[in-house]
């Protein structure tokens, strides 16, 4: 008798609750469909291999940090992932992707794609929430210097005028800030890379 | 009889396992705790 095809949703919440089982039946349910999107456009055997590799990762660290919205289906989801990956590859390399009319995607699509832009900005909001958060572990007066040069630009002489002490004093603050940040991320392990 | 110059081997365009592998390998490696900043990845790598 042949097994009932689970749908990709009740894989992706199985997987979600720990079952990795279930990510390996997505990975060779979709592999194809996206390995081949991917090498359309890069031509690359060993570059396809490694967009879908960072494809899965971005899937992966999504899912797992419970930040999947399961609006739309799972597979235009990574597609988006993949092609957000493959622009990013053209763009390090200063090349203009060759983007022919396929089913998954159109030029149109590339030239005004918001969802990926929506994408990107999660990824960014994210670690830059992140980030906050490592700040709010600092003393008080390393995070205050932190967040007036980075957060409200101001210069360290606007900083020593609002903090009360000297400009020297303000940049060995800024000095031990970053060590300190340097620090935690070391400590507790933390990635911080889309 | 000659070689066929025009037959093509066709290829399947899909992932060599060791990529998956890596996949699956890395999804296992990461534990997302969450702790005072929030929910973190540590990989356990």
């Given at each position: 008798?042949?097994?009932?095809?689970?749908?990709?949703?009740?894989?992706?919440?199985?997987?979600?609750?720990?079952?990795?089982?279930?990510?390996?039946?997505?990975?060779?349910?979709?592999?194809?469909?996206?390995?081949?999107?991917?090498?359309?456009?890069?031509?690359?055997?060993?570059?396809?291999?490694?967009?879908?590799?960072?494809?899965?990762?971005?899937?992966?660290?999504?899912?797992k940090l419970?930040?999947?919205?399961?609006?739309?289906?799972?597979?235009?989801?990574?597609?988006?992932?993949?092609?957000?990956?493959?622009?990013?590859?053209?763009?390090?390399?200063?090349?203009?992707?060759?983007?022919?009319?396929?089913?998954?995607?159109?030029?149109?699509?590339?030239?005004?794609?918001?969802?990926?832009?929506?994408?990107?900005?999660?990824?960014?909001?994210?670690?830059?929430?992140?980030?906050?958060?490592?700040?709010?572990l600092l003393?008080?007066?390393?995070?205050e210097v932190?967040?007036?040069?980075?957060?409200?630009?101001?210069?360290?002489?606007?900083?020593?005028?609002?903090?009360?002490?000297?400009?020297?004093?303000?940049?060995?603050?800024?000095?031990?800030?970053?060590?300190?940040?340097?620090?935690?991320?070391?400590?507790?392990?933390?990635?911080?890379?889309? | 009889?000659?070689?066929?110059?025009?037959?093509?081997?066709?290829?399947?365009?899909?992932?060599?396992?060791?990529?998956?592998?890596?996949?699956?390998?890395?999804?296992?490696?990461?534990?997302?705790?969450?702790?005072?900043?929030?929910?973190?990845?540590?990989?356990?790598?």
């Open positions: 008798m042949k097994k009932p095809i689970i749908a990709d949703s009740t894989l992706v919440s199985r997987y979600i609750s720990g079952h990795e089982k279930s990510l390996e039946i997505l990975i060779n349910r979709h592999k194809q469909r996206i390995y081949s999107f991917i090498y359309s456009k890069v031509y690359d055997r060993d570059l396809t291999e490694d967009i879908f590799q960072d494809t899965f990762i971005k899937v992966i660290r999504t899912l419970g930040n999947y919205n399961e609006e739309g289906k799972f597979i235009s989801w990574v597609m988006r992932i993949a092609h957000n990956l493959v622009i990013d590859h053209f763009r390090k390399n200063s090349r203009i992707p060759k983007f022919e009319n396929s089913h998954d995607f159109d030029i149109f699509s590339v030239l005004k794609n918001t969802d990926i832009d929506i994408e990107s900005k999660m990824i960014k909001d994210q670690i830059l929430g992140e980030v906050k958060k490592i700040i709010e003393p008080d007066d390393q995070k932190l967040i007036y040069r980075y957060y409200n630009d101001l210069s360290f002489k606007e900083i020593s005028e609002k903090t009360g002490v000297s400009i020297n004093t303000s940049l060995g603050r800024m000095r031990y800030a970053l060590i300190n940040l340097r620090n935690i991320i070391k400590k507790k392990n933390i990635i911080l890379t889309s | 009889m000659g070689k066929n110059y025009f037959f093509q081997e066709k290829t399947t365009l899909e992932p060599k396992r060791k990529t998956i592998n890596f996949i699956l390998n890395y999804s296992k490696s990461i534990k997302v705790q969450k702790t005072a900043l929030g929910k973190l990845i540590f990989d356990l790598n």
